[in-house]
C-alpha cells in the first residue's frame, strides 16, 4: 500500500499519460477504402467477398458496363479483404481515415437501405436493356 | 435457518463486463443455490459460417466472435483449417503469428488484472494498470492497423510484415512495459489490501478443477498443468524459451498472479521472437477446397480453445465448431459460489476474467 | 487430415463406454459436438489428455432427429452446458435439459439444422 | 431572464454527461480503454455511473441480439429525461457480418435511434471522443432525442413484456 502511494506522488510531478487533442494517429491504421473508377474492370470481387456488405454495385438503366459503386463507411469493418481480392492493383485502397461520427441529420442507414433496394431493381431493368441492346 | 432471499445478478450490471444472469437464492447472506442463463449474445456466429461465408472469409468473421482474443480466434481457425488441407506456412509467418498472439495475450490479461482490481474498489491501480496496457495496444495497432480486431493471420500465413521501422518502435516499448510490469508484481504481491480481500476467497482445489475441467488460468492457479502451447507443437514455442506458470492456492489472488506471471513470459517470448525473426515470406497460396475433419485445441488468453472444422470438398465448409474458454469455466464457476458469502460474487466472478460474447458466439 | 482418434459407439452402449473410459486425473473433457449430416445426427464427445501427449480422442455415434440421447451428467458434472447446447442448437433430444438458454422462443428453433435458412 | 436560466441547465448537463455502460458487444472494449489514462474522458466530464437511474446517455456498443433487446429496452426505460443514445461499431447499425442471422435485431436504429453514430470494427478512442462531442453539443443545444421522437422502442418493448411476463415482474422493474 505504502508502494503504491510512492508511485502515486511520483505521478504527481510527472508527464501526464493522456494523449493531447489533435495527436495524430500511427501511420499503419487501417481505415476507409478509397475507390479509383479509372482501371476498375466491374468484376463485382469486392462485393463478393465482402463480410458485411458494405460494398454495393447498381446498374446504369442504360445497359452499359459502367456499374456504379456504393461504399458504406458506417457499415465496413475495415478488414481489407476486398483490395486483397481485387485483381488491378490501385482500384481500391486502404487508406488512414476513419468515418466521421454520422448525427441524426445525417440518417446514414435509411439512404443505405434505399441503395440496397435499388441495386436489386437496377439490376433487372439492367439485364432488359442489355437483352435489348443484343438484340438489335 | 434464515429468511430466503433471492438475488438477480445481471443481466446488465455494473460488476460484470457482458450479459451474463445468475440467480442467487441466498440464506443469511450465504448462497444456496444457483442458477445460471448466459446465451445473451448468441449471434450465430457458427451458422452464419456454415452457410454464407466462404471458408477464406470465414478469418474475418470468426475474430468477431470476442473482442478481447480475436487473434487466438483468428489463428485457431487458420490453424485448422491448415492442419486439414496439409498446408505448411512459411517459418517467418509462424513467428509473426506468436508475436501478435503473445501481444493479444498481454492486453487480455492487462484488461483483467485492471478490471479484478477496480472490483476490489482500488480505483487508482486500475488506472495505472490500464495505461500500462496502452504500450501493447500501441504495439499491436502499429503492427495490425488495428487496435482490437487485428484481422492479422490469414489461411496460409500473416496479411502484414513486420518491418525495421516497426521493429524500432517495438523493442523500447517492449522494455519499458516490461520494467512496469515488475514493479506492478511488486505491488500485487506485497499490498495489504489486496491480500486481505483476495486470499483464501474462491478456492477452486486441484480435485475440483479435474472434475469441473476447468482450463487456461483458472486451473493453472490451482496446480493443474493444462497449456496448448506446450501440449501442440503448432507454433515454435519451444525454441522461445516458453515455461508454463503453475500456482497452487487456486484463490482469487492465485488467479490474479497467474495472469500477471503470464504476461511476464509472454514478454520474454515477444522479445526472443522479435529477435530472432527469420527471414522469408509471410504468405502461400491457398487452392482448393477442405475436405475431411480436424479438430485444434489452442491456448487462448482465457484458456483452451477448440476449433473443429469439418468441409465436404465445397467452398462453404459443412461444420465450424468453436468451443471457447469461457463455455468450459462456467460449470466450476456455478459450483463454486456455493456457500460463499453473496460479497464475494464481484470478486469471484471477476476473477475468472469471464467473456460470455465468446461463449455465446 | 483427421489428426484425432475416433472410436464408434453405438446409442446403447455410450454410457458404459463413456464410463469406464473417463477418468478425471487423466483426461479432460473438452465439449460435445453435433453435426447435421443430411441423414441424421452426428454427434462427438472429445478428450483430451493432461500432460504432453498431444493426444485427441473422440466417441462418436450417429442418431435420427427424433431420437433420445442419454444424459453423461452423473459421470462428467460439466457436460451439462454441452448438453444443454446441443438441446437448444441442433434440437437433439437429451435427458434432463431444460432449453432455453441460447434462443428466445420466437426466434427459428434449432438453427444449426440444415433445413433452417438463415435470414 | 428564464431563456438565460434554462441555458445555464444545458450548459450544466452538457459539461458532465454520465454513461450507464451497457456492454453487449466487443466494441466496449474500447469504451474501457477511454476510462484509462491515456485517453482520459474524464477531462470532458464524462463518467460512468453503476444505474441508469442516474444516467444521461446509454451507448449501444455493438450488437443487440434478440435476447438482450428487452434488457436494453428496459434500461433505456428507466432513465430519466432528457436522454440520449450513443450508439458505435458497424453490428450496431446494420448487424455488421451478422446482418442476416436469425438472433441479431438488425434494425436497431428503426427501434432506438441512435443520436450520435461512431463507425469502426471497434472504432478508435479517438474516434469515439469525436462523437461523444458532438454528442455534447446535442446535450448543450437540448435538442430532443431522436429516440424519444421517431423510435418505436415503446411498442416493441410493450410486446417483449406481453411475450415474456416474467420480465416485469423482476425485482427492480418499474414499467413507464
Not at chain 2, 489463428?75 to 486439414?84: F, G
Request: hydrophobic share 40%.
Amino acid at each position: 500500500m505504502f508502494k503504491m502511494f510512492l508511485f502515486s506522488l511520483k505521478n504527481l510531478f510527472s508527464k501526464p499519460a493522456t494523449l493531447p487533442e489533435g495527436t495524430e494517429k500511427p501511420k499503419q491504421y487501417r481505415g476507409l477504402i478509397k475507390y479509383y473508377e479509372e482501371t476498375c474492370i466491374y468484376c463485382k470481387k469486392c462485393e463478393m467477398v465482402c463480410p458485411p456488405g458494405a460494398i454495393i454495385f447498381t446498374y446504369p438503366e442504360d445497359g452499359s458496363k459502367r456499374l456504379i459503386f456504393h461504399y458504406n463507411p458506417y457499415l465496413c469493418i475495415y478488414c481489407g479483404e476486398c483490395v486483397r481480392a481485387c485483381p488491378k492493383p490501385g482500384t481500391l485502397v486502404q487508406v488512414e481515415d476513419t468515418a466521421p461520427p454520422a448525427t441524426a441529420q445525417d440518417k446514414p442507414n435509411d439512404l443505405w437501405f434505399e441503395v440496397e433496394k435499388e441495386a436489386v431493381e437496377s439490376k433487372k431493368i439492367w439485364q432488359e436493356a442489355r437483352r435489348k441492346k443484343r438484340n438489335k | 435457518m434464515g429468511k430466503k432471499f433471492v438475488v438477480p445478478f445481471g443481466s446488465q450490471h455494473i460488476a460484470i463486463p457482458e450479459p451474463i444472469r445468475f440467480i442467487f437464492t441466498t440464506e443469511n447472506e450465504i448462497i444456496k443455490s444457483v442458477s445460471v442463463d448466459f446465451g445473451y449474445v448468441h449471434r450465430g456466429i457458427e451458422k452464419a459460417c456454415m452457410t454464407r461465408y466462404k471458408y477464406t472469409q470465414v478469418p474475418y468473421v470468426v475474430a468477431r466472435v470476442c473482442g478481447l482474443c480475436a487473434v487466438s480466434q483468428a489463428t485457431a481457425y487458420c490453424m485448422a483449417i491448415e492442419s486439414l488441407m496439409d498446408i505448411e506456412i512459411p517459418e517467418r509467418a509462424k513467428y509473426l503469428r506468436i508475436i501478435v498472439h503473445e501481444m493479444d495475450r498481454i492486453h487480455s490479461h492487462l484488461f483483467a488484472i485492471a478490471h479484478l482490481s477496480e472490483a476490489a474498489g482500488y480505483e487508482n491501480l486500475f488506472m495505472r494498470v490500464m495505461r500500462d496496457r496502452e504500450f501493447v495496444m500501441e504495439c499491436l495497432e502499429i503492427l495490425t492497423g488495428n487496435r482490437i480486431q487485428a484481422d492479422y493471420s490469414t489461411i496460409g500465413g500473416v496479411n502484414r510484415d513486420l518491418t525495421k521501422e516497426v521493429y524500432e518502435i517495438l523493442k523500447p516499448r517492449l522494455d519499458e512495459l516490461e520494467r512496469r510490469l515488475y514493479e506492478l508484481k511488486e505491488i500485487f504481491e506485497r499490498d495489504y489490501t489486496l491480500q486481505k480481500k483476495w486470499k483464501g476467497i474462491g478456492v477452486i482445489t486441484l480435485e475440483m478443477a479435474q472434475k469441473y475441467n476447468a482450463v487456461g488460468p483458472v486451473a493453472r492457479a490451482s496446480g493443474l498443468a493444462t497449456d496448448c502451447r506446450v501440449e501442440f507443437e503448432y507454433l515454435p514455442y519451444k525454441e522461445l524459451d516458453y515455461k508454463m506458470v503453475l500456482y497452487q492456492e487456486g484463490d482469487v489472488w492465485a488467479r490474479n498472479m497467474v495472469r500477471l506471471d503470464e504476461t511476464l513470459v509472454s514478454i520474454r517470448v515477444l522479445k526472443n521472437a522479435i529477435d530472432n525473426l527469420p527471414e522469408g515470406d509471410i504468405k502461400v497460396k491457398v487452392k482448393g477446397n477442405p475436405k475431411g475433419e480436424a479438430l485444434i485445441r489452442w491456448e487462448a488468453p482465457r484458456g483452451e480453445l477448440l476449433y473443429y472444422v469439418k468441409g465436404n470438398g465445397k467452398s462453404v465448409l459443412e461444420r465450424l465448431r468453436i468451443k471457447t474458454p469461457t463455455f468450459s469455466v462456467i460449470p466450476v464457476m456455478k459450483e463454486l459460489y456455493y456457500n460463499q458469502p453473496y460479497a464475494f460474487v464481484p470478486d469471484i466472478t471477476i476473477s475468472f476474467d469471464p467473456c460470455l460474447s465468446c461463449s455465446a458466439r | 487430415m483427421k489428426n484425432f482418434e475416433e472410436i464408434q459407439v453405438s446409442l446403447s452402449e455410450l454410457r458404459e463406454a463413456i464410463k469406464r473410459f473417463y477418468k478425471p486425473e487423466e483426461w479432460h473433457f473438452i465439449t460435445i459436438n453435433g453435426t447435421d449430416v443430411g441423414d441424421g445426427i452426428e454427434i462427438k464427445y472429445f478428450f483430451a489428455a493432461y500432460g504432453k501427449s498431444k493426444k485427441v480422442k473422440a466417441f462418436s455415434l450417429k442418431i435420427d432427429y427424433n431420437q433420445t440421447i442419454p444424459s453423461i451428467r452423473d459421470i462428467i458434472p460439466s457436460a451439462w452446458i454441452a448438453e444443454e447446447e446441443l438441446k437448444d442448437l441442433l434440437g437433439v433430444n437429451v435427458e434432463g435439459t431444460k432449453g432455453g438458454i441460447f434462443l428466445e422462443p420466437d426466434s427459428p428453433q434449432a438453427p444449426l439444422r440444415k433445413e433452417v435458412k438463415n435470414g | 431572464m428564464l431563456t438565460k436560466f434554462l441555458d445555464f441547465f444545458g450548459w450544466a448537463r452538457a459539461n458532465s454527461p454520465w454513461m450507464v455502460h451497457y456492454c453487449s458487444g466487443c466494441c466496449s472494449l474500447e469504451i474501457l480503454a477511454l476510462m484509462g489514462p491515456r485517453f482520459d474522458w474524464e477531462r470532458y466530464g464524462f463518467m460512468p455511473v453503476p444505474s441508469p437511474r442516474q444516467a444521461d446517455f446509454i451507448v449501444i456498443t455493438g450488437l443487440i441480439s434478440r435476447k438482450v433487446l428487452p434488457v436494453l429496452l428496459m434500461t433505456y426505460d428507466q432513465m430519466p429525461k432528457p436522454r440520449y443514445v450513443f450508439a458505435i461499431g458497424s453490428c450496431a447499425f446494420d448487424g455488421g457480418p451478422y446482418y442476416d442471422s436469425t438472433s441479431v435485431v438488425t434494425n436497431v436504429p428503426e427501434i432506438l435511434p441512435p443520436d450520435v453514430f461512431v463507425a469502426g470494427c471497434p472504432p478508435t478512442p479517438e474516434a469515439i471522443l469525436e462523437g461523444l462531442l458532438e454528442m455534447k453539443k446535442i446535450i448543450r443545444e437540448k435538442r430532443e432525442a431522436r429516440a424519444e421522437r421517431e423510435g418505436t422502442w415503446k411498442e416493441i418493448l410493450k410486446q417483449e413484456l406481453e411475450k415474456n411476463p416474467l420480465l416485469s415482474q423482476q425485482p427492480f422493474f418499474v414499467g413507464g
